[in-house]
C-alpha cells in the first residue's frame, strides 16, 4: 500500500466524504436529553447503513439497556489479527444555544486561524462524529483497493457522553465475537497540525452530586437572615475548603494512590511542545492556576482535580429576589490518575463532605458515572504502528502526550477483553469539545483517513 494511493482516492471522494459526515452531524444525538432519544437511535441506524455500505459484514444495531451498539465486521481471515475500532455516534448537549454562532446541528464550514482550509463547525464534529467517520472511509478505502491487511470489527456506541454505563456489561456478554489483538481509537487530540502526538494516557473519573438544605422552605432573608444557615453560603464554603492554597486537593487519602512520575519521567514530558503564552491567548485568562509544583502539562496529564461542573440554588431570574433559600445543590467531578479507584475517590469524597458539613444543614451526596484512569505501553506492536503511520503521513515523529480528558470505556477493554487501547486522535484541545462552536478540521478529517490504512499496514509489519 502506498500513501499515494491512500491521497488519490481520499481526493476522489473528497465530496462525498464531507457530505456524508455533514449528514450525520444534522442528526442531534444527544444522549444526555430523553428528548433525543428518537434522534440518537436515528443515529445508530445511519451509522449501520454507513457501515454496510462500506463493505462491513453482520452488521447489527445491538441493543442494550440504553442506546445501542453498533457493530460490524470483516473477518478475512481467522488466522490473521483482528483490528477493533471502538468510537461513539452519541454528542455532549449543544448548551448554551445561544453562545453558537451558528446552529449546532447545522454544520457549517468556516476558515480559522488554527485551520486555515476550513473546519465543520457542528456539535460532534469533533467528539466524536467526525473521528469515528474517518475510521469508516479508511477501511472502505481498504476494501475498494484490496488492501485490509487484516480483520476488522467496529464497535460503535451511542452512551460515551453519559458514561458508558450499558456498554460494559454489553462487553461482557459479546466477548466471544470481541476477541480481537487490539482496539483503535480515535476520540483524543493532538497538539497541533505540524506537530503530531499520541495520547499515551487517559484520566479517570468520579462524579459526584452533592445536595444541602437548611430550613425546611425558602425564606424572607431579612426576616430570617443571619439566623438560619444558608445553604447556598455553606455549600461554596464547602467547596471551597476542598483545595488549599497550593491547590492541593485536601479530602484526607486522596493522594494516597497517585504515582508519582519520576524526574527522567517528567523531564520527558517537558519536551513535548507547548506555548503558555498561547495557551492563556486562546483562553483570554491573565494567568493560567493550578497545583503548585506542576507545570500547565503535568496538570492536565498526570495530576488528579476536582472542579465544580455546575452549582444552583436560591434566586437565578430576572432582576432580584431577597430570600434565603431552603437548598443548594453542585455537580461536582474529579479527575483520576494511575493508580486512583474511582470508586475509593467517590467514598473518599463522600465521606469528607458528610464530615465537613455543619449540624445547622442536612446533606445528601451521590454519586454518578465514574471511570478509570489509563496509560497506554509505547511498546506494544500497535503502539509502534500509530507512531509509524503519523511519521509517515506528517512526515514528522508523533510526541507521546498524556490526554486529560477521560474515556471510561477504555479501562474496562483492558480487564474484560484483555486488549490495549491505542488513541490515535486527531483533533485538538481548541477544537471547542463539549462548548459553543465546536468545530473540526477539514485537514484533520481528510489527514486522519488517510493515516488510519497506514496504522493497518505498519501494524501488519509489526506483529
Ligand atoms: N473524547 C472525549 C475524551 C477526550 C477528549 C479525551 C480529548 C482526551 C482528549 C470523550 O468523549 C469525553 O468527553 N469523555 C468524558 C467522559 C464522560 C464520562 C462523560 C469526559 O472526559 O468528560
Ligand atoms: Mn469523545
Ligand atoms: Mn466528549
Not at 462500506?54 to 481471515?77: C, H, M, N, Q, W
Not at 486555515?116 to 467528539?127: L, N, V
Not at 464497535?155 to 458514561?163: A, D, N
Not at 497506514?454 to 509489519?461: D, E
Request: hydrophobic share 35%.
Amino acid at each position: 500500500m502506498e500513501r499515494s494511493q491512500i491521497t488519490t482516492y481520499v481526493n476522489a471522494n473528497k465530496e462525498r466524504f464531507l457530505n456524508e459526515l455533514l449528514d450525520l452531524l444534522k442528526i442531534p444525538s444527544v444522549s444526555a436529553d430523553p428528548k433525543f432519544a428518537g434522534d440518537v437511535n436515528k443515529t445508530a441506524e445511519m451509522v449501520k447503513q454507513r457501515l454496510i455500505e462500506a463493505g462491513l459484514d453482520k452488521v447489527e444495531i445491538s441493543k442494550t439497556k440504553g442506546f445501542p451498539v453498533v457493530y460490524g465486521e470483516k473477518i478475512i481471515d481467522p488466522k490473521k489479527p483482528t483490528v477493533i475500532v471502538y468510537g461513539h455516534y452519541d454528542v455532549q448537549p449543544p448548551d448554551p444555544l445561544e453562545l453558537w454562532d451558528s446552529p449546532p446541528f447545522e454544520p457549517v464550514i468556516k476558515k480559522t486561524a488554527l485551520h486555515p482550509d476550513g473546519a465543520i463547525f457542528a456539535r460532534g464534529s469533533c467528539d466524536d462524529k467526525g473521528q469515528m467517520y474517518m475510521h469508516v472511509k479508511a477501511f472502505e478505502f481498504m476494501m475498494k483497493s484490496g488492501t485490509l491487511p487484516c480483520n476488522v470489527k467496529f464497535m460503535i456506541e451511542g452512551e460515551e457522553e453519559v458514561g458508558s454505563a450499558n456498554l460494559g456489561p454489553w462487553i461482557v456478554e459479546n466477548k466471544n465475537r470481541l476477541q480481537g489483538d487490539v482496539i483503535l481509537i480515535s476520540d483524543t487530540s493532538m497538539i497541533a497540525n505540524d506537530t503530531p502526538s499520541i495520547d499515551v494516557g487517559l484520566r479517570g473519573l468520579a462524579y459526584m452530586e452533592v445536595e444541602i438544605t437548611g430550613p425546611n422552605r425558602d425564606l424572607h432573608s431579612g426576616v430570617y437572615g443571619g439566623a438560619v444557615a444558608n445553604p447556598v453560603n455553606v455549600l461554596c464554603k464547602m467547596i471551597a475548603s476542598c483545595h488549599d492554597e497550593n491547590n492541593h486537593i485536601t479530602i484526607p487519602g486522596f493522594y494516597n494512590d497517585v504515582v508519582e512520575l519520576t524526574e527522567a519521567e517528567r523531564k520527558e514530558m517537558a519536551n513535548a511542545p507547548f506555548n503558555l503564552a498561547d495557551f492563556k491567548k486562546d483562553l483570554n485568562v491573565a494567568e493560567e492556576q493550578g497545583e503548585k509544583g506542576y507545570s500547565t502539562i503535568e496538570r492536565t496529564g498526570i495530576r488528579p482535580t476536582l472542579d465544580v461542573n455546575g452549582i444552583w440554588g436560591g434566586y437565578t431570574g430576572e432582576g432580584a429576589k431577597t430570600v434565603l433559600p431552603g437548598k443548594a445543590f453542585a455537580k461536582i467531578s474529579m479527575r483520576l490518575v494511575p493508580n486512583q479507584s474511582s470508586d475509593t475517590i467517590s467514598n473518599l469524597f463522600q465521606k469528607h463532605f458528610e464530615s465537613i458539613a455543619p449540624k445547622s444543614v442536612k446533606i445528601k451526596v451521590t454519586h454518578h458515572h465514574g471511570g478509570e484512569p489509563v496509560v497506554v505501553s509505547q511498546n506494544s506492536a500497535a503502539f509502534k504502528a500509530a507512531s509509524m503511520a503519523l511519521e509517515e503521513s506528517y512526515g514528522k515523529k508523533p510526541v507521546p502526550t498524556r490526554g486529560g480528558g477521560s474515556i471510561p470505556i477504555v479501562a474496562l477493554f483492558k480487564k474484560e477483553l484483555g486488549l490495549d487501547s491505542i488513541l490515535m486522535g486527531f483533533g485538538l484541545d481548541t477544537d471547542a469539545l463539549h462548548s459553543p462552536n465546536e468545530h473540526y478540521g477539514l485537514f484533520n478529517y481528510y489527514k486522519g483517513i488517510e493515516t488510519i490504512p497506514l496504522f493497518y499496514k505498519n501494524y501488519m509489519a509489526n506483529k
